[in-house]
């Protein structure tokens, strides 16, 4: 569902071919107040153990915006869950990498790229402990993921020029969807201050203005480039 009306270390499988509950490939929030490793990871292997049927897609943010993707290039899908936003980068013709810190999850993206022919690099990763390395990607795309201390370094972990997609709720929202905890939510605009070292190429958020029936709500979405 979009909200349009939208462990310590990394454990790889190469493949050929943290999210919320109610968004189908979206990772819970995740900051050091949670629980250990352990523990999250259980919930989220327990979440994840029935599979879904339904092919994962890929966050609004990045099926609206495809078209500024490059031809070639590395990506990275951080806190990936399902992996539609992985399949969607694969079929684009990246070199990708998934990460989730639920092993099921991670499985259940092995099968799918594999039933589909797609090559992604899938891996098990808390982000927190193990997050990317500078310079490592042209594409990054987060949804349904908000660790604000995260920020500089996901600025970091891209190449000069590349992109960052990312989509997440906002404070914000209609009543009753996505996560009740202020920490989970972005402020107005906080988006841009995250990120405010990247250039801006494509802004969303709605609030509740107009018709909310209508448009892309609840979420903020944000396509930025690293220019140096």
Same mark, same amino acid.
């Given at each position: 569902m979009s909200g349009c009306v939208v462990n310590r270390s990394c454990r790889t499988t190469t493949l050929h071919s943290f999210r919320l509950a109610g968004h189908k490939n979206s990772h819970q929030h995740l900051d050091m107040k949670h629980p250990p490793l352990s523990d999250i990871q259980r919930k989220w292997d327990a979440r994840y153990q029935q599979p879904d =049927?339904?092919?994962?897609?890929? %966050? &609004?943010?990045?099926? @609206?915006?495809?078209?500024?993707? *490059? !031809? =070639?290039?590395? %990506?990275? /899908? +951080?806190?990936?869950?399902?992996?539609?936003? %992985? +399949?969607?980068? %694969? &079929? @684009?013709?990246? =070199?990708? !990498?998934? @990460? /989730?810190?639920? *092993?099921?999850v991670i499985a259940q993206l092995q099968q799918t790229a594999q039933k589909l022919n797609l090559n992604i690099a899938a891996e098990t990763c808390d982000v927190l402990a193990t997050p990317p390395s500078a310079e490592q990607y042209d594409v990054l795309v987060v949804s349904y993921y908000l660790e604000r201390s995260l920020a500089t370094k +996901?600025?970091?972990?891209? !190449?000069?020029?590349?992109? +960052?997609?990312? @989509? =997440?709720?906002?404070?914000? !929202?209609? *009543?009753?969807?996505? *996560?009740q905890n202020p920490d989970y939510l972005l402020a107005d605009n906080e988006l841009l201050t995250l990120f405010a070292g990247l250039k801006v190429r494509v802004y969303r958020e709605e609030a509740q203005l107009g018709d909310m029936t209508a448009g892309c709500r609840d979420v903020a979405m944000l396509v930025a480039q690293r220019l140096d």
């Open positions: =049927t339904a092919l994962p897609v890929a %966050a &609004e943010v990045l099926l @609206q915006n495809r078209h500024l993707l *490059p !031809k =070639t290039g590395s %990506a990275l /899908d +951080l806190a990936c869950g399902r992996g539609g936003n %992985a +399949l969607l980068l %694969a &079929e @684009q013709g990246l =070199t990708v !990498k998934a @990460q /989730d810190i639920s *092993p099921v +996901l600025i970091n972990a891209l !190449k000069p020029g590349g992109l +960052l997609f990312y @989509q =997440t709720w906002c404070q914000q !929202k209609t *009543p009753g969807r996505g *996560p």
